[in-house]
Each structure stands twice: as structure tokens, then as C-alpha cells.
Nanobody, 126 residues
Framework: QVQLVESGGGLVQAGGSLRLSCAAS????????MGWFRQAPGKEREFVAV??????????EYADSVKGRFTISRDNAKNTVYLQMNNLEAEDTAVYYC?????????????????WGQGTQVTVSS
């Protein structure tokens, strides 16, 4: 069982930055694939970023809409995954969720994740 708690959301002006954190409890955190998703009002939850381990190598993949602006990273010693968001746009306004999925998997769909956090609100004013 893995429990996830997001933090770091808030209100920021367009062009600004935020760093989201997702603290995980449970065993074997370092092996889990960790993803970030977001859901804007009236829209479906969408993929933002995923990071996964294969052997000792770490990989990351991003949605086209955030590529070059967002960075996913993790600190296994702290059982925490981060989402650094730069050059924020009004279209980035949403509730952001972190999720934990099957170790070693590269998955960009919600069905590929077993555990979810409660979400943190990000609001970007234009």
C-alpha cells in the first residue's frame, strides 16, 4: 500500500514558477513509476509527466503541452517526487495529482496507476 500527499500548489502569475511535491509512504518507493496528472474544471484528468526507473537508469516523459517548461524528479531518500513548473500559463490551471504505478512501467494513462494523492490546486492568473 502506498499513500501519496501532494503539496506546493497555489496562485501564481503567468510566467511564474511553482514546485509541487508528492510525499509517499510505504515500502519500495524507489521502484515505483511516479506520474503527475492534472484536471481542469469540466475536463478529464490528463497526463502531465512520468518518471520511471529501469535498472539504475531514470527516464522521464512529458505531455507536449508542458515539454520544456515542467520537470519531474525524485528524491528516493526522502520518498518524494517533484514537479518543477516554470513559465506557467493560464491553461496550466488545474488540480494536480501525483500517482504511483507499476515499477518499471512507462504509462501515460490514468488506468496504469494504482495509487493517487488527493490533489493540489494550481491557479495561474493571466
Amino acid at each position: 500500500q502506498v499513500q501519496l500527499v501532494e503539496s506546493g500548489g497555489g496562485l501564481v502569475q503567468a510566467g511564474g514558477s511553482l514546485r509541487l511535491s508528492c510525499a509517499a509512504s510505504g515500502r519500495s518507493f524507489s521502484s515505483y513509476t511516479m506520474g503527475w496528472f492534472r484536471q481542469a474544471p469540466g475536463k478529464e484528468r490528463e497526463f502531465v509527466a512520468v518518471g520511471w526507473m529501469t535498472g539504475h537508469a531514470y527516464y522521464a516523459e512529458y505531455a507536449d503541452s508542458v515539454k520544456g517548461r515542467f520537470t519531474i524528479s525524485r528524491d528516493n531518500a526522502k520518498n518524494t517526487v517533484y514537479l518543477q513548473m516554470n513559465n506557467l500559463e493560464a491553461e496550466d490551471t488545474a488540480v494536480y495529482y501525483c500517482a504511483a504505478g507499476h515499477p518499471g512501467s512507462r504509462t501515460v494513462v490514468t488506468g496504469g496507476y494504482d495509487y493517487w494523492g488527493q490533489g493540489t490546486q494550481v491557479t495561474v492568473s493571466s
